[in-house]
């Protein structure tokens, strides 16, 4: 999924991860994260520093899980941008299709 983190406060805010939540059809959290700038760009280290009230740049994030799913399961998740110490955690739900590998 192509996600952007908002920084709602007056000072810099800085990224270093997203997570990922499964909520349906089974509870758990990823495993695994790829981040990509492009589909064919690898992101090594994610660093995105946010200015104040600001947006950053598109992000893909590909969350990895233990269970499988079939190729014609929806599914429902939440995503939350990690930062910082202090920095606070807002989980988004978000609808989902999984992918046939």
């Not at 495993?31 to 950053?56: C, K, Q």
């Amino acid at each position: 999924m192509t996600v952007v983190a908002e920084n709602p406060q007056g000072e810099n805010a800085f990224v270093d991860a997203f997570e990922v939540e499964m909520l349906e059809p089974f509870p758990a959290p990823a495993v695994r994260y790829e981040y990509r700038s492009t589909p064919n760009t690898a992101i090594a280290h994610l660093a995105l520093n946010i200015p104040g009230h600001g947006v950053s740049d598109p992000v893909i994030v590909i969350a990895f899980f233990d269970h499988h799913l079939p190729y014609t399961s929806t599914c429902r998740a939440r995503m939350a941008a990690v930062g910082r110490r202090g920095f606070r955690r807002r989980w988004q739900e978000f609808c989902c299709a999984a992918l046939k590998p």
